[in-house]
């Protein structure tokens, strides 16, 4: 089955100590994008990748980290989570960059930061 | 910058009611159109898609018109269902970047 797989799906942890939320997906999916939910602002995008070995920042990028070693798979990190990151995080993936592809979204992962 | 600007929710409705989701749109260039469903507990789903004016995108009895002179795309379903209760996001995509930039959302609610 084509999907996005995130892990973990809930996750509570403390300020400071860091922290790797997964994400793989298996569609051969060369374009791969982070976004957090909070509630009254939507989804923002956090960090993109265009393909292999090419990250950028999104809108909120600060305090987060992105790496792509693999097609695959686009892990996120948080060196040092503060509460202000406490949010629902989705993974997403698209065939290629472009106008008219469309996103897969993962199921979300639900962070917060005491 | 960009941005998508749609109505408040939540949205109450009885099941075979009219529903309309309002949503309109601020981009440079020429963008593509979307609206995605969120069930409870679950990631974003595809709901309909419109990349160029005019195009009318449709699925599971959902509509929208890509309006290129109201820069608007407002979601509308003759008869709801109880099972179409969800988060409704209006969005758009421009340039290479691939950003989709997303509205705030919108409860939908339907009741027996």
């Known amino acids: 089955e084509a999907q996005v797989t995130q892990n973990p799906r809930y996750l509570i942890t403390v300020t400071g100590k860091k922290l790797t939320v997964t994400c793989s997906q298996n569609?051969?999916?060369?374009?791969m994008s982070w976004y957090r939910q909070d509630p009254g602002l939507g989804l923002r995008q956090i960090y993109y990748s265009m393909n292999v070995e090419v990250t950028d920042k999104g809108d909120v990028p600060e305090g987060y980290k992105v790496s792509r070693k693999e097609k695959r798979n686009f892990p996120l990190i948080l060196e040092s989570p503060s509460p202000n990151q406490t949010s629902l995080y989705f993974c997403?993936?698209?065939?290629?960059?472009?106008?008219?592809?469309?996103?897969?979204f993962g199921q979300g992962t639900r962070l917060t930061v005491v | 910058g960009d941005s998508v600007t749609q109505m408040e929710g939540p949205v109450t409705l009885s099941e075979e009611a009219f529903l309309t989701i309002n949503c309109t749109y601020t981009?440079?260039?020429?963008?593509?159109l979307f609206w995605y469903v969120q069930y409870p507990g679950e990631g974003l789903q595809l709901l309909l898609k419109?990349?160029?004016?005019?195009d009318k995108g449709s699925n599971k009895g959902f509509e929208a018109t890509y309006r290129k002179e109201t820069t608007s795309f407002h979601l509308e379903k003759g008869s709801v269902q109880v099972s179409d209760s969800a988060v409704y996001f209006c969005a758009l995509l421009t340039g290479t970047a691939s950003k989709l930039t997303f509205g705030t959302g919108t409860r939908l609610q339907v009741t027996l």
């Open positions: 981009a440079t260039g020429y963008p593509s």
């Open positions: 569609m051969n999916h060369e374009y």
């Open positions: 997403a993936s698209s065939p290629r960059g472009g106008m008219k592809t469309e996103a897969f």
């Open positions: 419109a990349t160029k004016a005019d």
